[in-house]
């Protein structure tokens, strides 16, 4: 295959999710809510959430075990892992080299983590693509998966009610142009001013695990929910927006879009600024919540799965989180 003549596809997608559901009325017995305030203001029914024996790690091995026999290929073809989260079983060793040992990628194959929030699995997406592209991998192994239930304060309703623990995989390989699954376009954004909109304050090496961490409960997510509403909604237009012109493209062309599952007001709003059918926005956040960097990947693959979204469709993706980071992408599946 000529060097110039290499393009990047995702081969194969797959999901991981917990057994153990959490509804709202589960939620109505832990904190001030109720399943009409939540359902109204979020979309959100239901969420999964870790069992006290289950790791990120064990949901995340589930979700790339599925993405490579989509793919149809074995541990050994994978040349690198790229595991993106915000919630690993341990910050050393990474969660993708706990996950490509869990997988039985023994080949010697790279693996490191990216943190990025819940746009890191379309950030790993893009830099698996582009290792694909330049020759330096075939197989990148992309993981995005989440385990933020052990990090939310459950007397927070603002927060408690969205995230929910989740895996989404996806295997990008070398291909030639046509090939199903091409990326044809990825950007990146961020900007870093107003990181403390949404953030974990605690636990990191500024502010290490501590008795007056633990009593401040400042070792939970924080999250500014008007201001995230403003920034995500603009964020994530504008990117798509980029991504449509670089392509020479219409949203009329577009046959699916993909958002970030974090609320059902910001995925309208996404939707009607860039002018989509709703028919045409693919929804799963009334099953899981917020999976922050799973949410796309197991978004997709369960509407590709089902048949919903199907071969030579245009897909257009966007997420947010974080950082603030925001990504968008277009593949032709």
């Known amino acids: 295959m000529a060097k110039d003549k290499i393009i990047a596809r995702i081969a194969g997608l797959g999901s991981g999710f917990p057994d153990q559901e959490l509804t709202n009325?589960?939620?109505?017995?832990?904190?001030?809510?109720?399943?009409?305030?939540?359902?109204?203001?979020?979309?959100?029914?239901?969420?999964?959430?870790?069992?006290?024996?289950?790791?990120?790690?064990?949901?995340?091995a589930?979700?790339?075990?599925?993405?490579?026999?989509?793919?149809?290929?074995?541990?050994?073809?994978?040349?690198?892992?790229?595991?993106?989260?915000?919630?690993?079983?341990?910050?050393?060793?990474?969660?993708?080299?706990?996950?490509?040992?869990?997988?039985?990628?023994?080949?010697?194959?790279?693996?490191?983590?990216?943190?990025?929030?819940?746009?890191?699995?379309?950030?790993?997406?893009?830099?698996?693509?582009?290792?694909?592209?330049?020759?330096?991998?075939?197989n990148v192994l992309v993981i995005g998966s989440e385990a933020l239930s052990r990090f939310l304060n459950w007397q927070d309703r603002t927060t408690c009610v969205l995230f929910g623990d989740g895996a989404g995989a996806s295997v990008v390989s070398a291909g030639s142009p046509g090939d199903p699954g091409e990326i044809l376009a990825l950007k990146v954004?961020?900007?870093?001013?107003?990181?403390?909109?949404?953030?974990?304050?605690?636990?990191?090496?500024?502010?290490?695990l501590s008795q007056k961490v633990l009593e401040e409960k400042s070792n939970f997510i924080r999250m500014n929910g008007q201001e995230i509403y403003k920034h995500a909604v603009r964020s994530m237009v504008s990117v798509c927006k980029e991504i449509l012109e670089s392509q020479n493209l219409s949203i009329d062309d577009i046959d699916w879009l993909v958002p970030h599952q974090a609320n059902i007001r910001i995925i309208d709003a996404v939707g009607q600024?860039?002018?989509?059918?709703?028919?045409?926005?693919?929804?799963?956040?009334?099953?899981?919540?917020?999976?922050?960097?799973?949410?796309?990947?197991?978004?997709?693959?369960?509407?590709?799965?089902?048949?919903?979204?199907?071969r030579g469709q245009l897909v257009l993706m966007t997420t947010f989180g974080g950082g603030l980071t925001w990504a968008g992408g277009l593949v032709r599946w």
Not at 39 to 54: F, M, Q, V
Not at 79 to 107: E, F, H, Y
């Open 25 to 60: 009325f589960d939620l109505e017995k832990i904190v001030d809510t109720s399943d009409q305030w939540i359902s109204e203001r979020t979309g959100i029914r239901a969420r999964r959430k870790l069992k006290d024996n289950e790791n990120n790690s064990d949901i995340a």
């Open 273 to 310: 600024k860039l002018k989509v059918p709703s028919e045409k926005v693919a929804l799963n956040v009334h099953k899981y919540g917020n999976t922050s960097a799973a949410t796309v990947p197991t978004c997709f693959d369960e509407y590709a799965r089902d048949g919903r979204i199907k």
């Open 62 to 138: 589930k979700a790339a075990l599925s993405a490579l026999e989509q793919a149809k290929l074995n541990p050994m073809d994978i040349d690198l892992v790229i595991a993106c989260t915000n919630s690993p079983d341990r910050w050393m060793p990474s969660l993708a080299a706990t996950v490509q040992a869990k997988v039985g990628i023994n080949n010697g194959a790279a693996a490191y983590d990216i943190i990025t929030a819940c746009a890191g699995w379309m950030v790993g997406l893009e830099v698996a693509a582009s290792f694909v592209k330049s020759g330096q991998y075939k």
């Open 189 to 208: 954004r961020s900007d870093g001013r107003y990181g403390d909109i949404l953030d974990l304050p605690a636990g990191g090496s500024a502010s290490p």
